[in-house]
């Protein structure tokens, strides 16, 4: 209460004689009283989730107007993203809204995890763009791609041409793997600990192309998200589905509620589509097109 008083330049007592008018005018309590501590109902949490986005609009009310008025011709879009979505998915969609809006200052923040979720929440970038298997309350996602899991080996491993690949097929070869604070590792780790299938870890490396050219080396073998596979790997690297295994992995766009998308923003959302992701050899979900 005395930290509310002194952001609205009010007093206490102010304050608490707003809050109760509040209480008056809506006929429902809002806040619970224990002491010194304060926490709101359950009426006061649906309060609070239809006021929220009416007031961050009033206080983004003058950058949107000068957004409204310049339009596209200038301004900037700032979007967090991984290195696999900066490297596979994100360059026609880049191309696409540079041939579009030229003078639009595009910036890509190369982050993961909970660096990508911080900038969000602190609107250090207008959006994200990547893959979520939790989604915090706080933030809105919206999958737009899905791509298989992919088992890749060298063209002559034994598991290349096997007619029909188990969990327990893998369980002897060590894997090639993302670090484990990543989202593959989890998901890998996860399916093997269920089936109760023993595995091995060969390798952590972070990076998709590091980790196709171990396996190509014949290192190890990696399960890995089709999107990272292309024609040039068909000549190194045998890859065949896991889907009756393991889930595929969507990417999207994430946002944080009530944010107002700039016209760059939206803009930019509108060609995340999957008639735009046209990569030579493989289709949007990573199957092979041959």
């Known amino acids: 209460m005395s930290r509310a008083a002194e952001a609205l330049f009010l007093s206490q007592p102010a304050v608490s004689l707003q809050l109760q008018a509040l209480e008056r005018e ?5 806040l619970e009283r224990s002491g010194r501590r304060l926490t709101l109902t359950r009426e006061g949490e649906t309060l609070y989730e239809l006021a929220r986005p009416l007031v961050e ?3 983004n009310l003058e950058t ?4 409204r008025v310049r339009g596209l011709d200038a301004g900037e879009l700032n979007v967090a993203a991984g290195s696999s979505t900066i490297l596979y998915l994100l360059p026609k969609i880049i191309e696409a809204f540079r041939e579009a809006h030229p003078k639009v200052r595009v910036s890509l923040h190369n982050v993961t995890g909970a660096g990508g979720l911080d900038l969000l929440r602190s609107d250090g970038v207008d959006l994200a763009v990547g893959s979520m298997l939790d989604v915090p309350a706080d933030l809105d996602y919206a999958p737009v791609y899905r791509f298989e899991p992919m088992l890749i080996t060298p063209p002559d491993h034994p598991l290349a041409t096997k007619p029909e690949l188990t969990l327990e097929d893998l369980s002897p070869y060590g894997l090639i793997l993302p670090p484990q604070r990543l989202t593959t590792y989890r998901m890998v780790d996860l399916v093997f600990q269920r089936a109760r299938v023993p595995y091995t870890v060969a390798l952590e490396v972070g990076g998709w192309e590091i980790i196709k050219q171990y396996v190509a080396m014949g290192l190890g073998i990696s399960i890995v998200t089709a999107i990272c596979l292309g024609e040039a790997d068909r000549a190194r690297l045998a890859a065949r589905s896991l889907a009756q ?8 766009v994430v946002v944080r509620k009530g944010k107002y998308l700039s016209p760059q923003a939206r803009a930019f959302t509108e060609l995340i589509k999957p008639e735009l992701f046209v990569r030579r050899g493989y289709d949007a979900t990573g199957h092979s097109e041959r």
């Not at 809506?26 to 809002?30: N, P, T």
């Not at 949107?64 to 957004?67: D, K, V």
Request: glycine letters at 16%; a positive charge; hydrophobic letters at 25%.
């Open 64 to 67: 949107t107007f000068r957004e």
């Open 26 to 30: 809506y006929g429902a309590r809002l």
């Open 245 to 252: 295994y393991f889930p595929s992995r969507s990417y999207g």
């Open 57 to 59: 609009g009033m206080d």
